[in-house]
């Protein structure tokens, strides 16, 4: 009955496990979730506004399905200012969120055979994507001491003859480490020459904490030319549910032909988000945004101080994101396990580090209030000690 596509394909544990958590608040039960991958700020009014302003003028028709002319332009200003990156409106599509342009980036180029290089711990979507085309995924495992980054040795180990891509996230979910420039120029070096093409993932950029932000392509001509840059709002302004996400690639025909996917699947995104999009790219949310990732780096800190002064807990300080990965394999292996029964027993929604790839772990998101952090860290440290 079902196609061997979707037989292969799982379930994002991250939405499992926040829906699980929204379901038993619903049913009256004392959950703290940390568990989704949303800022608990409001969408700047300057946004909003634009929204409304959308809605008023009756811009509520179809458009076209690479978005509009206003938005491509403002768009392309935005990579020139931030990422010294230049781009022609052919060299963009907009979709309904990064994940959308991920699957449209994955469903274009990635066959049977092609292997697809990603660092684990990874996003959950990655492999799936990948799965779901019928292409081989290629794991690179990190760990703390490599804080979670790739070395060159290992991705030149990991290249074949069917390596047909490598999937960068900087900065990580799931764990907030961020490439510097002399890491992506060591990286470079090892592709150079190859037939690789890199998916860069850089949906979290406005939230770096320490060090600056590098986007890929902008390493040199050689890496812009095979790096796809994707990128969108629901981090850094909040819009998670505007659903507004985009790509930009240098080759035209492989944005005709995403382009083409997409007119014959959900055609353009919601005319109002696109309105609403402008005035964010164009900067006029930045004093927002700062205030956001302020909030965000006291709340960093004080989640690091709090799990690290638990006996057989560790946990790295990200440099960018919201999240902590934490290391619980001093006290159990099996992720799973472990977040089930602290749900269960403490009401505390985290998700499994097996479901980013690496075992020993969880996830924490620190995008939320520090009261509710202290509270549920405390509970955490409860359930351990008790064990």
Not at 102 to 113: A, E, P
Request: aromatic share 8%; hydrophobic share 40%.
């Amino acid at each position: 009955m079902y196609s061997k596509r979707i037989l292969n394909l799982s379930e994002s544990i991250t939405v499992a496990i926040t829906t699980l958590a929204k379901e038993l608040k619903d049913q009256g039960k004392d959950v703290l979730g940390f568990s989704a991958g949303e800022p608990d700020f409001d969408t700047p009014e300057v946004i909003k506004q634009a929204a409304i302003n959308a809605i008023n003028s009756g811009f509520t028709k179809y458009t076209a399905v690479d978005g509009i002319a206003e938005l491509k332009t403002a768009i392309i200003d935005k990579l020139k200012r931030d990422n010294n990156l230049e781009y022609k409106p052919s060299q963009i599509l907009v979709s309904n969120g990064a994940k959308h342009s991920l699957f449209n980036v994955f469903q274009t180029l990635i066959d049977s055979g092609d292997e697809v290089i990603i660092p684990s711990p990874y996003w959950v979507t990655y492999p799936e994507l990948v799965k779901y085309c019928n292409g081989k995924v290629i794991e690179i495992e990190t760990d703390e001491k490599s804080n979670f980054k790739i070395t060159p040795e290992q991705l030149k180990g990991a290249i074949t003859e069917n390596s047909k891509m490598l999937i960068l996230t900087s900065p990580s979910n799931p764990t907030g480490s961020v490439y510097s420039k002399e890491e992506l120029e060591a990286i470079a070096r090892v592709l150079k020459g190859t037939k690789i093409i890199v998916a860069s993932d850089e949906i979290y950029e406005k939230l770096v904490y320490e060090g600056t932000f590098t986007s890929v392509a902008s390493i040199n001509d050689d890496m812009f030319k095979r790096t796809i840059t994707i990128n969108g709002l629901s981090k850094s302004v909040a819009m998670t549910g505007w659903r507004f996400g985009y790509l930009a690639f240098h080759n035209e025909e492989v944005v005709k032909k995403m382009k083409g996917l997409q007119s014959q699947s959900t055609s353009n995104i919601n005319s109002i988000t696109q309105k609403a999009a402008i005035p964010a790219l164009e900067g006029k949310a930045d004093n927002e945004i700062e205030v956001m990732s302020q909030a965000f780096k006291e709340r960093r800190n004080r989640a690091v101080e709090l799990f690290n002064a638990i006996e057989g807990v560790s946990v790295m300080k990200p440099q960018g994101a919201f999240y902590l990965f934490v290391n619980i394999s001093k006290i159990n292996s099996d992720s799973i396990e472990f977040c089930k029964e602290l749900l269960e027993q403490k009401g505390v929604a985290v998700v499994p580090g097996i479901g980013f790839g690496t075992e020993g772990h969880f996830r924490f998101s620190f995008a939320t209030d520090i009261k509710s952090i202290e509270e549920g860290i405390s509970r955490i440290s409860d359930f351990i000690t008790s064990k």
